[in-house]
């Protein structure tokens, strides 16, 4: 018996499909195939336990499925609906006014957007989403700089590196030979352990410019425990909405 299913695991639609069997009696096992998330299960394994066991398992999905067998939910840009900054999901309220283009103001970690009356429907999604991006990008810039100037005595010290914020979709960061410091403007939608990394794992490319072993030994020596904010940084990368 053959069923399909899915659950939402923050921003990320993880479906899956359900292989019932007479043979099974107590384990469900889930796994990943060229087919997508299997999940094998007793006949009579109720649905809702099925969810919870997915759910459980999200982060592992998340670390081993390709990015094709997962999809992030397009935001609809309704009340509601949440967006991540610093770790945090903050709650969108939307107000339709008499304003030329959408206006975000973020106040009391709640997102208020007012929206242009006249706004078609057609446009909608790429109006408002182009005003959030360009308030995370604007917002960006002070935590990026400030994390920068915290983390670079760990290694020495040293003139303040420029730091540039970016639309870089595939790299959080980047370092550039005369040292200048580009950051995912995404980065701020990071829990701060996760922003600390990434500023880390560039300021130690000033000091070693490849991803060597010497690489790797500096930025666990600054941060004992980065590859597991790599691990993290991975999957919750994935999930990001915008």
């Known amino acids: 018996?053959?069923?399909r299913d899915s659950i939402r695991f923050g921003d990320t639609t993880?479906?899956?499909?359900?292989?019932?069997?007479?043979?099974?009696?107590?384990?469900?096992?889930?796994t990943i195939d060229g087919g997508g998330v299997q999940v094998a299960a007793p006949m009579d394994t109720p649905a809702?336990?099925?969810?919870?066991?997915?759910?459980?398992?999200?982060?592992w999905i998340l670390n081993h499925a390709s990015d094709e067998l997962l999809a992030v939910a397009r935001k609809r840009f309704v009340n509601g609906e949440t967006l991540p900054y610093l770790g945090r999901n903050v709650r969108m309220v939307f107000e339709t006014a008499d304003v030329r283009t959408p206006e975000v103001r973020f106040d009391h970690w709640r997102f208020s957007i007012k929206v242009p009356r006249e706004?078609?429907?057609?446009q909608r999604y790429e109006r408002?989403?182009?005003?959030?991006?360009a308030w995370y990008r604007g917002r960006a810039t002070i935590p990026l700089q400030a994390g920068v100037k915290q983390?670079?005595?760990?290694?020495?010290?040293?003139?303040?590196?420029d730091v540039l914020i970016r639309d870089q979709r595939q790299r959080w960061g980047s370092c550039a030979q005369d040292?200048?410091?580009?950051?995912?403007w995404r980065v701020v939608m990071l829990e701060p352990a996760l922003v600390d990394y990434v500023i880390v794992h560039e300021l130690a490319q000033l000091t070693v410019r490849n991803h060597s072993d010497d690489y790797w030994k500096l930025v666990v020596r600054i941060v004992p425990d980065a590859q597991e904010r790599r691990r993290k940084l991975r999957n919750v990368g994935r999930a990001l909405p915008l």
């Open 151 to 161: 983390w670079l005595p760990r290694f020495g010290g040293g003139p303040v590196p």
């Open 1 to 3: 018996m053959i069923e």
């Open 14 to 30: 993880i479906e899956y499909q359900v292989r019932r069997s007479e043979r099974r009696k107590k384990t469900i096992q889930v």
């Open 128 to 133: 408002i989403r182009n005003r959030i991006v």
């Open 179 to 184: 040292g200048t410091l580009r950051f995912n």
């Open 48 to 59: 809702d336990a099925l969810q919870t066991l997915v759910r459980r398992r999200a982060p």
């Open 119 to 122: 706004l078609p429907e057609e």
